[in-house]
């Protein structure tokens, strides 16, 4: 059985804070892959990132970061002096075939001015 | 560069009636899905076709549930006798497996169809 917890219901920080969004998932499977993506208030889902489960390497992509452990079964989303426009829905995502994605309940963050 | 797109985008309906959602996926893309949101909650899969085959279905998927994609394009999604319990954002993505070597697995997703069963 595949499933992603996302913990954190809502999140508000100040503008230029940094802010992590935790996401743990549960897997059988030795292969597969690790997804976030952002919805925001419009409503259309935006493809942030992927991640092989044999790939522990974290990511950076300008003020994103990304920490996968899979010691803790783990896939952390950091955002770095928050914008604004950084406010969303936040969804972690899990695939082990590519053919069904499993979303976690997602995080709302709100960045304040 | 033509994204997906889901018609219509909202819907409200009385109890018993049957709605019919479209969607139209990215053209050169193999793969759509259909996907489920509640307020509150994340994107719950209910099916997918790669070009016209429906290779799998959730058990959210009841009876009253059919989707189709007939010449392997656009998409319908068909919900016969609605119930209230029907109501939700029904969201079409698309995918490309065709080129494995610049798979990344990521989903393009349309804006949605909000369906509100009264």
């Known amino acids: 059985a595949q499933k992603v917890t996302q913990a954190q219901t809502e999140i508000s920080v100040v503008e230029k804070e940094d802010v992590t969004l935790d996401c743990v998932y549960e897997t059988r499977d030795t292969t597969y892959y690790l997804f976030w993506y952002k919805q925001p208030p419009s409503g259309e889902l935006v493809f942030l990132i992927r991640r092989n489960s044999f790939d522990e390497q974290n990511e950076i992509s300008g003020r994103y970061s990304w920490n996968f452990q899979k010691s803790t079964s783990s896939f952390n989303f950091t955002i770095t002096a928050s914008q604004v426009v950084d406010s969303a829905v936040y969804f972690c995502a899990l695939s082990a075939t590519g053919n069904q994605f499993y979303f976690g309940t997602g995080t709302s963050l709100t960045v304040i001015p | 560069d033509t994204g997906v797109s889901q018609d219509p985008r909202h819907k409200i309906t009385k109890r018993g009636q049957n709605v019919t959602f479209r969607c139209d996926p990215i053209s050169e893309h193999n793969r759509l899905y259909w996907y489920r949101q509640t307020l509150g909650q994340g994107p719950e899969f209910l099916t997918y076709f790669q070009n016209e085959a429906q290779l799998e279905k959730s058990r959210l998927l009841s009876d009253r549930f059919s989707a189709e994609r007939p010449k392997g394009s656009f998409s319908t999604l068909e919900i016969q006798r609605t119930e209230q319990g029907d109501s939700a954002m029904y969201l079409c993505?698309?995918?490309?497996?065709?080129?494995?070597?610049?798979?990344?697995?990521?989903?393009?997703f349309g804006e949605g169809s909000r369906l509100t069963v009264l």
């Open positions: 993505a698309s995918s490309s497996t065709l080129h494995r070597d610049r798979y990344t697995g990521e989903l393009f």
